[in-house]
């Protein structure tokens, strides 16, 4: 049975939500911010459900934190909280929050959420080792939403973690599962690095949609050997 980890100051809160996911989850929970790290640690969580508002050690502190740890990085950072607004909702995503959820809690969007997430994060915690690196690439390609397909787009984006084969970055265009991008390095004058295919959307929000791209062909080295 998959873990997960409930970060949340208020006990009747943690309550409910081991109520509603004990049934698929092994569910360990804390109430204290300054204990979160060392549970994390310990009980090694397939997930984290992360609240924002806690006493002395925020949540996006916490979700900082958790991503710069080699031990925690790759675990999925889901936000449940009553701080809503989509630049809180922004804010998060830039830490490397995974998923955002506001309270009151709709536990089956939840159980739908996590199940997604899971079922995503998984093989690629098994796979390869992701470090957090901000790159600068240049990606081309067609968007979906071009008026016309031989119309190719360029973009210059900044990704947010990286493996050997795989990188994640935010692209303005608009891409489907598949879709294939040319793939260049910036820094030190543009590097043709090779094509890439996207592996994974998250367009949950449609003005700033995220991409997981996998190289399929590389004709110089990337930045992880």
């Not at 809180?88 to 159980?111: H, M, S, V, W």
């Not at 598949?178 to 543009?190: F, H, K, Q, Y």
């Not at 295919?197 to 949609?209: L, Q």
Request: glycine share 6%; net charge neutral.
């Amino acid at each position: 049975m998959l873990k997960l980890l409930i970060i949340d100051d208020e006990a009747p809160i943690r309550r409910l939500m081991r109520i509603n996911l004990e049934d698929r989850y092994q569910i360990v929970d804390t109430g204290d911010p300054e204990l979160a790290l060392a549970s994390a640690l310990q009980s090694k969580p397939n997930a984290i459900l992360l609240d924002l508002r806690m006493p002395n050690y925020s949540g996006f502190e916490l979700c900082r934190t958790f991503k710069s740890i080699t031990s925690t990085q790759l675990i999925p950072i889901i936000i449940v909280t009553g701080e809503g607004g989509a630049s809180t909702k922004l804010y998060c995503e830039e830490l490397g929050a995974t998923a955002f959820f506001e309270k009151p809690i709709d536990f089956p969007a939840l159980r739908d959420g996590l199940a997604k997430v899971l079922q995503e994060a998984l093989p690629e915690r098994r796979n390869e080792v992701r470090i957090r690196l901000r790159v600068t690439v240049k990606v081309q390609g067609h968007d979906l939403h071009a008026k016309l397909f031989q119309d190719r787009f360029e973009e210059l984006c900044a990704t947010e973690n990286v493996s050997r084969c795989t990188f994640f970055c935010g692209c303005k265009a608009h891409l489907k599962k598949d879709s294939e991008v040319a793939v260049s390095l910036v820094s030190g004058g543009p590097k043709f690095i090779g094509m890439a295919r996207v592996v994974r959307c998250d367009d949950s929000d449609p003005n700033h949609p995220r991409y997981a791209f996998r190289f399929v062909e590389k004709d110089v080295n990337w930045v992880l050997q």
